[in-house]
C-alpha cells in the first residue's frame, strides 16, 4: 500500500474520531490502518435503537481508487440477518461498495470515503426496514403491511438481544445461567508488576469499543426497558418469529419472543455496571498502598483542580476524596444564582478506573436530579473536550447541567421522562421546570 493511501486512511479515521457524531466510531491496531473496526449505534425510534453493530472493514491496496470490503459482525455467529441488505453471512449490500447494483451515480468514486460508507449502512437501519428490500413497493398492499410490523418487531427484539444484553454479558462475564464470575484481579490487567515478574502477560483482547458500550448502556438503559415495555403489549413469550418471503437459504432470522427473560438480563447487567465501579474504587486503594504512578497523577490533579475552583468566582464546587482514595472524587456543586439551579447543592461521584483514560469515568448524581441529561439512577450524559484530562471533565459536568439552550438530540437523552417535558408544549416546559425546581429545593433538604 503506497503511503498516500495510508495517510488518506489515517486522515479519515482521525476525522471520524475527533467528531462529535455519537452514533459512529472507529479503530484500528496502529500497526495495521487497513483493517478497521467499526461501530455504529441504532438510530433512535427505529427497531435498532441504540443497538451496538460491529463491522470490519479491509481497505484494499488501491484505496481510494477502490472501495473497502466491508463485513457485518454483529450477525450471532451468522445466524442473524438485521436487515435485508445486511445478510447473516456478513454481507453487506451497498451500491457504494459494489455489492449491489444502484442508480447511476450512486458508485464508488475516490470523493468518498469511510464515514460516508457508515453513513450509508446506517441510514438501511430506519423505522421500516422492510422497505430495504427490492420489490418492496410491488408487494400486495395488506399482507406488506402486516410483513412490515412482523419483520421490524423481530428486528427490535433481536437488536435487544444480540447487539445489547449479549455483548454486556460478554464484558462482563455473565454466564447464560445468570451467574457472575468475579472481576479480575487488579495484577492480571497489567497495571502492577513486581521486581520478580520475567514474563510479559499477554496483551489484552482487541475491544476497542467496551468502555464506550458500557457507557452508552448506562445512558439507554431506560430507553432499553422502556422498548421492552412497549414490545410486552404486542408480543407474547415463546411467540415464534414470522419467516420473511425474501428470508432463506440460511439467510433467515428464525426465533421466539421473549421479553420478560430480556429485561431479567438488562436488570442484572445494570447491576454488574454498578457493582464494577465499587471494585474501581478497591483496585484504587490497591494502586495508592503500592504509590504507583497512576494514583499518584490523580492525587495531583486533584490538588491543582481545589486551587482553581477555590479561584472561580463563577462556579461553587467543592471537590473532595473519598476515603483519600484519588480514584474516588466526591464534588459539591452549588446551584448559579439566577438560574434554575439556585440555592441548590448536589452531590456528584466521579469514580475512576486504573485504566484511565482508556476507561472513561462514571459520573453519578448522588443527590436526585430531575434533568433530561441525568437517568433516574443518576448517570450523567456529558462530553469532555480532552477525554485525558480530569479538568476538561468537570467543565463538561457543569456545561451538562446549566446549559438552558441544548440543541435537540435523541441521542443524548438519558431520562425519557424529563426529556418528553422538556421538550413538550409550553406547559410540558413549564412542568419540567418545576419538577426540576423541586429537585433543587429537596437537595438542601437531604
Known amino acids: 500500500m503506497s503511503n498516500q493511501s495510508v495517510y488518506r486512511i489515517i486522515r479519515e479515521l482521525t476525522d471520524i474520531q475527533k467528531n462529535t457524531d455519537l452514533s459512529i466510531a472507529v479503530a484500528c491496531r496502529d500497526s495495521d490502518v487497513r483493517n478497521v473496526k467499526a461501530l455504529i449505534i441504532g438510530p433512535p425510534e427505529t427497531p435498532y435503537e441504540f443497538g451496538f453493530f460491529d463491522f470490519s472493514v479491509k ?9 473497502p470490503s466491508v463485513t457485518a459482525k454483529t450477525t450471532n455467529g451468522g445466524r442473524c440477518r438485521f436487515n435485508p441488505n445486511i445478510y447473516a453471512g456478513g454481507k453487506v449490500c451497498l451500491s457504494i461498495l459494489g455489492t449491489w447494483r444502484g442508480e447511476r451515480g450512486e458508485e464508488w468514486s475516490s470523493a468518498q470515503g469511510l464515514e460516508s460508507i457508515l453513513i450509508s449502512i446506517q441510514s438501511l437501519m430506519s423505522s421500516n426496514p422492510y422497505e430495504n428490500e427490492p420489490g418492496f413497493e410491488n408487494a400486495n398492499a395488506e399482507d406488506d403491511k402486516k410483513a412490515q410490523t412482523h419483520y421490524a418487531a423481530k428486528i427490535r427484539h433481536e437488536s435487544l438481544r444480540i447487539s445489547i444484553v449479549q455483548r454486556l454479558e460478554d464484558y462482563l462475564n455473565i454466564h447464560s445461567d445468570g451467574v457472575v464470575d468475579e472481576f479480575p484481579k487488579l495484577e492480571e490487567y497489567g497495571q502492577v508488576r513486581t521486581e520478580y515478574d520475567d514474563v510479559e502477560p499477554p496483551p489484552p483482547p482487541f475491544e476497542p469499543f467496551k468502555d464506550l458500550c458500557k457507557r452508552r448502556f448506562l445512558w439507554y438503559y431506560e430507553s432499553y426497558l422502556l422498548s421492552v415495555e412497549e414490545a410486552e403489549k404486542t408480543v407474547k413469550a415463546n411467540q415464534n418469529f414470522v419467516i420473511m418471503p425474501f428470508e432463506g437459504g440460511g439467510n433467515t432470522m428464525p426465533g421466539k419472543f421473549n421479553y420478560p427473560e430480556l429485561k431479567r438480563r438488562l436488570e442484572l447487567i445494570h447491576t454488574v455496571l454498578f457493582r464494577e465501579i465499587d471494585y474501581w474504587a478497591e483496585e484504587g486503594r490497591m494502586q495508592v498502598q503500592k504509590e504507583t504512578t497512576m494514583a499518584s497523577m490523580l492525587e495531583r490533579q486533584h490538588q491543582q483542580l481545589v486551587e482553581t475552583y477555590k479561584k472561580n468566582d463563577m462556579v461553587t464546587l467543592d471537590i473532595d476524596l473519598d476515603n483519600k482514595n484519588p480514584f474516588v472524587w466526591q464534588l459539591t456543586y452549588f446551584g448559579r444564582p439566577m438560574t434554575n439551579l ?3 447543592m448536589f452531590k456528584i461521584q466521579i469514580s475512576i478506573s486504573p485504566r484511565f483514560p482508556d476507561e472513561q469515568p462514571r459520573v453519578i448524581f448522588k443527590t436526585k436530579m430531575f434533568h433530561h441529561r441525568i437517568s433516574k439512577d443518576g448517570v ?8 485525558d484530562e480530569l479538568k476538561s471533565h468537570i467543565e463538561a459536568i457543569i456545561e451538562a447541567i446549566e446549559d438552558t439552550e441544548p440543541p435537540y438530540d435523541p441521542r443524548t437523552l438519558v431520562n425519557p421522562e424529563a426529556s418528553k417535558l422538556y421538550w413538550g408544549s409550553a406547559d410540558d416546559k413549564k412542568l419540567y421546570s ?4 423541586r429537585a433543587v429545593q429537596q437537595s438542601v433538604e437531604e
Open 342 to 344: 439556585d440555592g441548590g
Open 380 to 387: 450523567l450524559c456529558y462530553f469532555p473536550k480532552r477525554q
Open 59 to 67: 481497505f484494499p491496496e488501491d484505496y481510494p481508487e477502490k472501495a
Open 434 to 437: 418545576r419538577q426540576l425546581r
